[in-house]
């Protein structure tokens, strides 16, 4: 199935399509859950998430009637139904609020494992954060350019002249004149350093005390259409003044005697939530080589060794992703309430109460 394929098309009396978008799909099965007529099939996702089959998350076969209820459960975006052309649009089922107060680190943008926070900050020019005055004799000026290649910020423009006729006349390797000094003053933080470097003290620059706090604005943006609702954004938050309301209530366990540590449900949590804690570290007594056998390491050595698989539950939002990828069905993901389940219609309520009451494994 391509990326932004319609996968179902019905007439009458408005043409109805539903859309999917692989790029956006993290695998986490939900659709398929909440599917009346079970005409979404999931794919291996677990192969799909470590790049060993390169195919579709998602199949839908022609019992889809429809009716729209995946693209209003799917978290990430990958669905989406149109009717006569146009985009239905409902209400997004997590919500993340920026309050005033923000300093704009961008921590959160950082840690945000779906680059769903953007943080724009908007910086006062050079020019504005510094006072003072930079002066030029131009009768100790020897033009050699000296302060324009020391200048810390670039600040300083010394452009050369042309030859004159005599010059040019006693060698065409004669250094011309430099004619023109130009400070761009948005730059210059009238550091003195040219002034201190100038060989014919040409150069003058005094500074003013500055001791005004300086102001930085900017703007905190959320897209809700990648958003997961982990909360990690709002767990860095130097500030406090980010607030995130998970989409879904639930909790999820892991047999840790079954789990392999293949890794697959690491590589595929759209949250970053399962890990494996590097915190023991074993000693090489000796290793083996094709050429030598073995032999003890030249100087002692340790290597880290993952424990067992963690997962944090403040940070996962029982998607299902994981329990859906795992092979050999070690994750086990409960689901107990949903956003907003009172304000759906009432025979959406009656199919996200069947979602759930399923007890969710591969």
């Known amino acids: 199935m391509e990326n932004g394929r319609t996968v179902a098309i019905r007439d009458a009396p408005q043409k109805r399509e539903l859309v999917f978008f692989q790029d956006n799909c993290t695998g986490c099965g939900m659709c398929c859950e909440v599917c009346v007529s079970n005409a979404i099939q999931l794919g291996p996702t677990g192969a799909i998430a470590r790049g060993i089959v390169d195919a579709a998350h998602l199949a839908v076969n022609e019992d889809c009637t429809l009716c729209g ?24 089922l997590g919500n993340v609020d920026v309050k005033g107060g923000c300093k704009f680190c961008k921590l959160c943008e950082e840690v945000c494992p779906r680059d769903a926070v953007i943080v724009h900050r908007t910086m006062p ?35 050369r002249g042309g030859l004159s006729a005599k010059q040019r006349g006693v060698s065409e390797d004669t250094p011309a004149r430099f004619e023109r000094i130009e400070l761009d003053e948005s730059k210059c933080v009238l550091c003195r350093i040219c002034a201190r470097a100038c060989p014919t003290d040409a150069l003058t620059v005094a500074r003013d005390a500055c001791d ?11 897209d809700n259409n990648t958003c997961s609702w982990c909360g990690w954004c709002e ?24 789990c392999q540590g293949c890794g697959t449900c690491v590589e595929i949590c759209p949250c970053d939530a399962l890990y494996f804690p590097l915190t023991e570290y074993i000693k090489i007594e000796k290793s083996y080589a094709l050429d030598k056998g073995w032999s003890k390491p030249t100087r002692p050595r340790t290597i880290p060794v993952a424990v067992q698989l963690k997962v944090d539950k403040q940070r996962c939002i029982f998607c299902g992703a994981c329990a859906n990828a795992c092979p050999i069905d070690a994750i086990k993901v409960t689901r107990k309430m949903i956003r ?9 309520q009656k199919a996200l109460g069947k979602f759930l009451l399923t007890e969710l494994t591969r």
Not at 71 to 85: E, H, P, Q, V
Not at 144 to 159: F, K
Not at 212 to 222: A, F, L, Q, S, Y
């Open 235 to 258: 767990e860095v938050c130097p500030e406090k003044v980010i607030e995130v309301q998970k989409p879904i209530e639930g909790d999820i366990e892991i047999d840790v005697k079954r």
């Open 340 to 348: 907003m389940m009172d304000a759906l219609p009432k025979p959406t």
């Open 69 to 92: 209820l995946c693209a209003r459960i799917c978290m990430f975006d990958a669905l989406a139904l149109y009717i006569g052309g146009v985009r239905e649009e409902y209400d997004t």
């Open 125 to 159: 020019d050079m020019g504005e954060l510094v006072s003072g005055e930079f002066k030029v004799d131009m009768e100790k000026c020897i033009y050699c350019g000296i302060c324009q290649d020391i200048c810390p910020t670039g600040a300083l423009t010394v452009e």
């Open 212 to 222: 005004d706090k300086i102001k930085i604005t900017g703007e905190v943006i959320i």
